[in-house]
């Protein structure tokens, strides 16, 4: 009991806290560039910080720490590939996205396009997108507060069973992320995450350095323990345990393994640079300048804390074993706070060393967990009001207060979706759930954005049939994959109407998206606004007339 008591002290004084900032910032958020952006008054540095912030989100410190801690090396390709990914944002999208928008995504696409067609499509794909991501940070909130409070399968907590509490969880947190948007906007939601990634750095920084002491800092004998404790021996170190296996007598599964293996690496790299959330946060800095230096400071950051998942994802596999991991959650999204509660074991002394350290980056983790949740709903109601009733419904003709009060309604809608299908994606690993909202952001968002930015003949007709040919196809193919139906881990596993062998559809849906925008424009009649390009094009590199 004396380990839920402090775990839940500690949430509840973190929770206090961030809410407190909330109802701070919502005073000073009076205009509608306040609610969306901020009032683009943050620096470089502190916008890198909540950069940071909302990159590292569950997937992250949860799903990547499971997934090396059972697959060992193959689980490494998703902290190389989340990071890769930020120098195709940076050379590609950040700082022409800055200079040449407003609030979102669709403000650039319908720049020289019809407004209508292109802010449905944008906004439509900003939302699904958004959707895909929230699903893996509230299935990371489920799994995280059955661990905290002690709640495993057959155990009952408030008079609720381990699925229950689970369910619980996963509204409760989908509340609580309504509240930090609909009240605090932009800026409530940076500062939020400005603490949250400054919190999750010194848990982080400090869990490694445990671990490298546990083992004397001795790399070869961490690997060497993991090894034996994985029960897979060398292959645990070796690629093929997860991705790209082969299958002896079977040339077509072992084909489909490593183009499972391709695609995921591709829809990794290309996924960053199309995703809402991430893309709405270059708006919240006053020039082109901060955006840059943003996204530097975002890669040092990031990058620092992905070299230290490899020492949370081995040490979990040392110190706590798969068969442990997998006995609390299949998806192993537990590795890191199990760690946690092993490293408080052997350096704190007993059961209360351990309560102590799992209760304070249980907390960690759930502060990344909401401040994550927070911007992508922030991020698709804000592309709810400004794209679709402001700018199309209304055609411009509507107050901000107006406007504001329809992206505070649209949160609560996208937060009620969120939560009803996380409820059913439970048994998934985050970090993979994460990968297929990559993998439609890079299918629907990125060509578009692209051509829009780069091609001087792209038309409207382009950039719808881009947003939607790549959208539709990419959430197709994850319907009748693996991953909904016909495998154990499935999230309709007593179900099977599979026909597409892929469990991530990237390598197939981005090139259809790319291919879609490029139909689009050389069969549609509509001439190009050459007038509109050269003025995009100039304020895209000089940052003239951006707003």
Known sequence: MSARTLTIVLFVVFVLFTLAITIW??????TAADFYAGGRSFSGFSNGMAIGGDYMSAASFLGIAGIIALSGYDGFLYSIGFLVAWLVALLLVAELLRNSGKYTMADVL???????????????????????????QMVGAGALVALLLGIKPGAHFLGMDAGTAKIATIIFIGILMIVYVTVGGMKGTTYVQIVKAFLLMVGAAVMTLLV?????????????EAAAKSGKGAAFL???????????????????????????????????????????????????????????????????????TLALGFGAAAMVGSEAITAQDKGGNT???????????????????????????????????????????????????????????RKGQVSE?????????????IGAVAIVLAIFAQ?????????????????????????????????????????????????????????????????????????????NPGIISIPVGFLCGWLGTVLSREPADATKYAELEVRALTGHGAH
Do not use: C
């Open 212 to 224: 490298l002491a546990a083992f004397k800092f001795n790399l070869s004998g961490l690997l060497g």
């Open 427 to 503: 048994s998934l690993n985050v970090a993979f759930l994460v990968a297929l909202a990559f993998a439609v952001a890079a299918s629907g968002n990125l060509p578009a954005i692209l051509y829009s930015l780069f091609w001087k003949r792209f038309t409207t007709a382009g950039a719808t049939a881009a947003i939607y040919g790549g959208l539709i196809t990419a959430v197709v193919l994850v319907f009748f994959s693996p991953v909904v139906s016909g495998s154990p881990t499935a999230m309709f596993p007593d179900s099977d109407w599979h026909f597409f062998p892929l469990s």
């Open 25 to 30: 910032a919502s005073r000073q958020t009076k």
């Open 401 to 413: 207060g107006g406007e504001v009060r329809v992206a505070r309604i649209s949160a609560f809608a």
């Open 110 to 136: 319908a720049f020289r396009m019809r407004q209508t067609p292109v802010r449905v499509a944008a906004s439509i794909s900003t939302i699904v997108v958004s959707i895909f991501y929230l699903l893996a």
């Open 238 to 308: 070796e690629p093929g345990l997860r991705y790209g296996k082969e299958v002896a007598g079977d040339a077509a599964q072992t084909f489909y393994n490593k183009m499972d293996l391709l695609s995921l690496g591709i829809a990794l790299v290309l996924g960053t640079a199309g995703l809402p959330h991430i893309l709405i946060r270059f708006y919240t800095v006053p020039n082109a300048k901060a955006a840059r230096k943003s996204v530097l400071w975002a890669i040092g950051i990031i990058g620092t804390f992905y070299l230290m």
């Open 335 to 393: 590795a890191a706070p199990q760690l946690a509660q092993a490293l408080g074991e052997k350096f704190l002394g007993g059961s209360t060393g351990g309560a102590a350290m799992l209760a304070i980056i249980a907390a960690v983790a759930f502060a990344t967990i909401l401040a994550v949740v927070a911007g992508l709903t922030l991020a698709s109601s804000s592309s709810l009001a400004h794209d679709i009733y402001a700018s199309v419904i």
